[in-house]
């Protein structure tokens, strides 16, 4: 009962934070649902695909979505001496410090992910991992503040939107096309003589339009995600900020705009970017220490 609990409160605060992309994923849905060759009669159609889209979520919201994601993304366990006594100290003292301001925050694990590019990553609601090339390149508190910066997505339920898109629909995605191609052969064969050259032709344009509809809707749900991720992005800075690990997170921006060298994004990558630009981002950042900054040269005047 409580991990049914928790998977129901944690669709419900995914569906608040990202009511967009959950109106999106209704209407894929049922146009999904259409797209049934043969049994798309109203309601068989509509029984599999709730059935499908029901086992997808089933898994994003359980501990299996979190395990398929780390499998995905190549993450494991920290396993040399130099991985944990280098990373596990920083990395408790920055989940200390956050839980001592946000003590519901649950039990987080701090994996590796064997790759030479310098990047860090919050995976569903209990691990954060870094590159070997984050490892190799940022000093301590620039790692601490990228740790503040993944605990705060985490805490937030950012994660939970990828666990939605690629595990959930992505799932039920697969689950669609294998269904929808042996279902469209049996249709084949059986009306190859039955019905007229015309009427499988109209049933050919239908399925089509239909299936340039649901591109449409998956594409529109990708960038409605990374409009929703480019904002969480500012608030984990903000809050990587509060913690005290603002400094060191601007030092390791600055070092990733050098590595990145200008930005030569097309307009549909920038739409579909899950980061905003690291300069927005950096400027956001030395405004808000700037302020931090004042508040504490002029403190408000005791009452």
Do not use: W
């Not at 920055?94 to 994996?111: F, H, M, S, T, W």
């Not at 790759?115 to 090339?133: D, P, S, W, Y």
């Not at 929808?180 to 059986?190: E, W």
């Not at 009306?191 to 239908?206: A, D, F, Q």
Request: proline share 3%; with cysteine; charged share 20%.
């Amino acid at each position: 009962m409580t991990l049914l609990k928790t998977m129901k409160e944690d669709f419900l605060k995914f569906s608040q934070t990202n009511p967009l992309y959950f109106i999106a994923s209704i209407i894929y849905f049922f146009l999904a649902a259409e797209s049934f060759p043969s049994i798309s009669r109203f309601p068989i159609g509509y029984v599999i695909a709730a059935i499908l889209y029901f086992i997808s979520l089933g898994i994003v919201f359980s501990p299996l979505g979190e395990k398929i994601l780390r499998f995905l993304e190549r993450v494991r366990k920290l396993e040399t001496k130099e991985e944990k006594e280098y990373l596990l100290p920083l990395f408790e003292e920055v989940y200390e410090q956050a839980k001592q301001q946000n003590p519901e925050l649950g039990e987080i694990e701090l994996c590796v992910i064997d790759r030479i590019t310098v990047n860090a990553c919050a995976i569903g609601k209990h691990t954060i991992a870094v590159t070997k090339g984050a490892m190799k390149t940022f000093k301590e508190d620039e790692l601490k503040a990228l740790m503040a910066h993944e605990i705060a997505h985490i805490l937030y339920g950012d994660t939970i939107a990828k666990l939605y898109t690629v595990i959930g629909n992505g799932l039920f995605t697969i689950y669609l096309v294998a269904l929808r191609t042996v279902l469209a052969i049996v249709d084949f064969v059986q009306t190859l003589y039955k019905r007229p050259g015309s009427e499988r032709l109209l049933v050919i344009i239908i399925r089509l339009i239909l299936d340039l509809m649901i591109f449409f809707i998956m594409s529109l749900m990708q960038a409605v995600v990374a409009i929703n991720s480019r904002k969480n992005e500012y608030r984990a800075d903000h809050y990587a900020s509060t913690l005290g690990y603002g400094e060191g997170l601007l030092k390791a921006l600055y070092l990733l705009e050098k590595m990145k060298l200008g930005d030569n994004s097309t307009i549909i990558q920038r739409m579909t970017a899950s980061h905003p630009r690291i300069t927005a981002r950096i400027e956001q950042l030395e405004t808000l220490l700037d302020e931090e900054t004042a508040m504490q040269m002029n403190p408000l005047p005791l009452s």
